[in-house]
């Protein structure tokens, strides 16, 4: 250590180039690195998700979950698994032993859903999610209607997804951004009990002929060598003109086929679903968005960015429409008041101690040497941070700020030797 000090004193041009060398590096680095409240954190937890719409949650357990938890349980590293039922979905968690390979299960998970099979027909393909720090939104909005304009925000579903979910989500960053409220539309048929019982049908047959006109049905296997390929119906996406023409019964009818339509026993039309829950901003009715992050991204940029995708929406199709989108919840309020808060503690522990440097050795050279050790070591450490992958949070600040009273006991152990 002797020979070291005694070196760094015989060269001191060589030691200012290192410091400066260290400083440049570190603002540097400092620039790249992601600005977040907390450290992202991994949790060992893979979820399975199927949609099917219209089941009830009986059906969906006994032709879904409880397939998908045969088939999944076996898998290696799973320490338990945890279902959930309900109208219309299923989930299937799994969570795996504390340090394993969640690349390698993310890969075994995949490949074990594609082996399963006997899923109901209707329900859509299992999604695959995983359970991250990143999952907690990092900003919460709300489209509503401007103050005197009145529009009927239930029924903007599809220009919600088109106008404003679309060019959210390509936001650099964002990672997904999901809506809540409104209404969904659905092909509304009202029979003519009358004209149903002219042509001898029953409300049972008629929604047989729908139901079967609109589910994907399995149409056998090819098999090519090796590889075998399933062949399946692809389901029809009616609209109001098309669902008239659907054939709910052919008879014969003096010798002559005859087809009897929808249109000849029921009015066809497009409507909107009766909502299941509402949303309010401000008393006003309110269509929810919540922003997910991608991982290890940097918050205040991605919101930066985010901020200015809103005022363009706002200046420009949204106002045509009378609407307003605002952001209600943001996350980098907190973060700069956080990271605020432990910036001025390392601040104000570093000023303390050079005051009491100042006070006891009552002499300018030596206190200044530990003053500029402070801010050396604390910007030449985010070479280090970058270069780990980590973020800049509340953690890892507070941790710099432990590190400052170390930084003062080396230094003045470093200038004694120095004087010795």
Do not use: C
Not at 178 to 189: F, H, K, N, V
Not at 265 to 286: C, H, I, Q
């Amino acid at each position: 250590m002797n020979a070291f000090i005694r070196s760094a004193i015989a060269h001191p041009i060589a030691v200012l180039a290192v410091v400066l060398s260290m400083i440049l590096f570190g603002v540097a680095s400092l620039q790249t690195i992601p600005i977040q409240m907390t450290p992202d954190i991994d949790k060992p937890i893979l979820q399975v998700r199927v949609s099917w719409p219209g089941a009830s949650p009986k059906d969906v357990e006994q032709e879904v979950v409880l397939r998908l938890e045969r088939e999944l349980t076996g898998l290696s590293g799973v320490q338990n698994v945890v279902s959930d039922s309900r109208r219309g979905s299923g989930r299937v968690s799994l969570t795996y032993e504390v340090g394993h390979d969640m690349d390698d299960a993310l890969v075994k998970l995949l490949g074990q859903l594609a082996r399963v099979s006997g899923l109901p027909n209707d329900a859509k393909q299992p999604e695959v999610r995983t359970s991250n720090s990143e999952d907690s939104p990092i900003a919460r909005m709300a489209l509503v209607a401007q103050d005197g304009v009145d529009v009927d925000i239930d029924t903007l579903g599809r220009f919600v997804d088109t106008v404003i979910l679309e060019p959210l989500n390509r936001i650099a960053g964002v990672s997904e951004v999901t809506s809540r409220g409104g209404a969904a539309r659905e092909i509304r048929i009202a029979l003519d009990m009358d004209r149903v019982a002219e042509f001898g049908l029953s409300i049972a047959e008629i929604a047989d002929a729908i139901r079967a006109s609109s589910a994907e049905v399995t149409a056998g296997e090819i098999t090519e060598g090796s590889r075998r390929f399933t062949l399946r119906t692809e389901a029809i996406s009616y609209t109001p003109e098309t669902a008239k023409d659907l054939v709910v019964r052919t008879e014969l009818r003096d010798g002559r086929i005859f087809n009897v339509k929808l249109s000849d026993v029921a009015d066809v039309e497009l409507g909107y679903k009766t909502p299941s829950s509402f949303r309010r901003l401000n008393g006003k009715p309110a269509i929810t968005f919540a922003v997910l992050r991608e991982p290890a991204s940097n918050v205040v940029t991605t919101l930066e960015s985010l901020k200015q995708e809103v005022s363009i929406l706002n200046a420009g199709v949204l106002a045509e429409r009378g609407l307003d989108l605002r952001i209600v919840y943001d996350e980098t309020v907190y973060i700069g008041s956080a990271l605020d808060l432990v910036q001025n503690n390392i601040m104000i522990g570093g000023i303390l101690a050079i005051v009491v440097l100042l006070t006891f050795l009552r002499a300018l050279a030596p206190t200044a040497i530990v003053m500029i050790a402070i801010p050396v070591s604390i910007i030449s450490t985010f070479v280090v941070i970058a270069g780990l992958g980590l973020s800049i949070n509340v953690i890892s600040l507070a941790g710099l700020a432990f590190a400052v009273g170390m930084v003062v006991d080396a230094s003045i152990v470093s200038l004694e030797n120095i004087y010795r």
